[in-house]
């Protein structure tokens, strides 16, 4: 059974950090891409993050792009999303995923909410 649970939202205020971390199981990294969502009220949800196809490096919004790392451990079966200098526009719920790159089923944290406000 795949499960994603995700930790570390909150609030922020303005130009502040936070780190998200998404505990994968069930499922060999290998076989799936992965990355991150985020859903802003009234907006359609938006991907955030994800890994080349080599899965070495992180490709980013760019929205995002400069402030945003995407990384993950297959040792330890997580992925984080490390989120500098944070803007209101950032406010969101975020949420991990798991696509099977063969099943193109996928996967979905329950969500954690991030504000930043002052």
């Known amino acids: 059974q795949v499960q994603l649970v995700e930790s570390g939202g909150g609030l922020v205020h303005p130009g502040g950090s936070l780190r998200l971390s998404c505990a994968l199981s069930?499922?060999?990294?290998?076989?799936?891409?992965m990355g991150w969502y985020r859903q802003a009220p009234g907006k359609e949800r938006e991907l955030v993050a994800t890994?080349?196809?080599?899965?070495?490096?992180?490709k980013y919004a760019d929205s995002v792009k400069g402030r945003f790392t995407i990384s993950r451990d297959s040792a330890t079966n997580t992925m984080s999303l490390h989120m500098n200098d944070l803007k209101p526009e950032d406010t969101a719920v975020y949420y991990c995923?798991?696509?099977?790159?063969?099943?193109?089923?996928?996967?979905w944290g329950q969500g954690t909410q991030v504000t930043v406000s002052s």
């Open positions: 995923y798991a696509q099977g790159f063969i099943s193109q089923w996928t996967f």
């Open positions: 890994f080349s196809d080599s899965g070495e490096t992180g």
């Open positions: 069930g499922l060999n990294f290998r076989n799936y891409a």
